[in-house]
């Protein structure tokens, strides 16, 4: 079974009229958007600074034109072919829900209930656009608010990786799906920006109490002939917070960019 938890007292939260409420009486309301904070005090110094309105808003435009459309395909693939009718998945560190809403779309007839957690409200409220099948909650990747051994599946794309609350929270035979960006990712980007471009850091595959089922790589060349495009790009990326303003100020002589796009779709399994 899996539900949100009370992060008080650690019970299920059962809907109630405007509410989330464990037997205990805690209570969650729901905002106008549809989400529920679950995130404690002393977890909110955990937010990461790429996860402002900016990041947030530039990521959502950009993601709503298909950009990045392969990889949620192999998503949906990947799910299609490894979990069952019904599962249970939480997207933790959700975003926008592009992904996870994606999900849905192309399994309605799978029945999977999906969960998304972020510790931006920011993000949340553009997720509840994308529709009200996803139960949303407030929270920190590394305190995820479900018992141990609750979740089917967890997504991790391109999110922090808590590698040890995704192991307890996953039931034993279950799956990881996670999205990370290879070496070139993004290189043609850079190399428009930055007077001399670094690659990726490779990413290690090795994961404590996960046996890696596939790893599968994405790899396309775009083209963007759109300045709105390539800022969103930009802007959603962490790059943007780690370049100068002089740098920054390129990206206004940009009208077209063609780039690598290069993903791995790493697929594990809870032993």
């Known amino acids: 079974m899996l539900n949100f938890t009370c992060p008080v007292c650690g019970g299920f939260l059962f809907e109630r009229d405007s509410s989330y409420k464990c037997d205990k009486g805690h209570s969650y309301d729901i905002a106008r958007q549809g989400y529920i904070n679950l995130l404690q005090s002393q977890q909110s110094g955990l937010k990461r600074h790429g996860d402002d309105k900016m990041m947030i808003r530039a990521r959502f435009d950009f993601l709503n034109k298909g950009y990045y459309k392969p990889l949620l395909e192999k998503i949906c693939y990947s799910c299609r072919k490894y979990l069952k009718d019904g599962s249970c998945i939480v997207d933790a560190g959700c975003g926008d829900c592009y992904y996870s809403s994606g999900l849905l779309d192309d399994c309605m007839d799978k029945g999977f209930k999906i969960f998304g957690v972020d510790i931006s409200k920011d993000a949340l ?55 990370v960006p290879l070496e ?64 920054q100020k390129k990206l206004e002589s940009l009208d077209s960019l063609l780039t690598q796009i290069e993903f791995s779709l790493l697929i594990y399994k809870r032993v």
């Open 125 to 179: 409220i553009c997720a509840s656009r994308r529709g009200k099948e996803i139960s949303l909650a407030v929270g920190s990747a590394y305190s995820l608010p479900f018992h141990s051994g609750s979740a089917d599946a967890v997504l991790n794309i391109f999110s922090p990786l808590a590698g040890d609350e995704y192991k307890r929270i996953i039931k034993q035979g279950g799956f990881l799906f996670r999205a």
């Open 184 to 247: 070139d990712h993004l290189y043609g980007l850079k190399q428009r920006i930055y007077e001399t471009p670094y690659k990726n850091e490779a990413v290690t595959t090795r994961l404590d109490g996960f046996e890696l089922c596939e790893n599968i790589e994405i790899k396309y060349e775009l083209e963007i002939d759109n300045r709105s495009d390539i800022e969103n790009l930009f802007k959603m990326t962490p790059y943007y917070y780690k370049t100068s303003s002089t740098d």
